[in-house]
């Protein structure tokens, strides 16, 4: 992965194997994008990216395994990940989601959630981007000036359509699909929602 990373120009500031020593080098390094194994030899990844996030850090994270399971990508979203790799994914893949999340967007590897059974509509597709940047339901409705009931009543036609269970669910396959590409800083709508 380190000479991956210096044929794209990729700056690697510094590295452990350790998830003990991660939050601190993250402190102290302040880098654009973090790559997280899920296995680290002390501590579970999700653990510590937890940890990461629960201390105020919003760097965007990669987490990069062989475990690409529905459930670990559940989990790391729900964690605070950006992206979510198998180990095995191309190289090509792999530079492009380390570009992809260090500029603000999400990546999932392709094949590890559900597939859609329909299409979106645009009103559904501004909603689905609300939900992967991470807005409530009041907030969604107050950027869209539609009622919070709407915006209700869309998301459930999206988790039938995406075949997903929940609001997690929904952005990591989202994500997958690649339905949601523009950052949040870069949005029309979203952009400056807090």
């Known amino acids: ?9 990729v ?3 510094a590295e452990t194997a350790l998830g003990s020593e991660m939050v601190g080098l993250v402190e102290s390094h302040q880098p654009d994008l973090v790559l997280l194994d899920l296995a680290l ?7 510590v990216l937890r940890q ?12 990069i395994t062989g475990a690409g399971t529905a459930f ?34 999400f990546h999932v590897t392709p ?15 501004q909603i689905l981007e609300g939900v992967v940047y991470g807005l409530t339901n009041d ?3 107050a950027r869209l000036h539609v009622s ?14 995406l075949r997903c269970s929940d609001r997690t669910h929904l952005a990591c396959e989202a994500a997958l699909q690649g339905l949601v590409t523009t950052p949040r800083e870069k949005h029309p709508l979203f952009a400056d929602a807090v």
Do not use: W, Y
């Open 41 to 47: 030899p002390d501590r579970d990844g999700v653990e």
């Open 139 to 141: 907030q969604i409705a």
């Open 1 to 9: 992965m380190k000479s991956i990373l210096a044929q794209n120009r």
């Open 148 to 161: 919070r009931g709407t915006v209700k009543l869309e998301i459930n036609a999206l988790f039938h359509t």
């Open 72 to 105: 670990r990508l559940k989990s790391a979203i729900e964690a605070g990940a950006n992206g979510f790799l198998t180990k095995c994914a191309p190289i090509d893949e792999f530079v492009k989601a380390v570009h992809t999340v260090a500029r603000g967007g």
């Open 111 to 125: 094949g590890i959630a559900g597939h859609s059974t329909g299409t979106i509509s645009p009103r559904q597709q």
């Open 52 to 63: 990461l996030r629960l201390g105020g850090n919003s760097t965007p994270v990669l987490v």
């Open 11 to 13: 700056v690697l500031v």
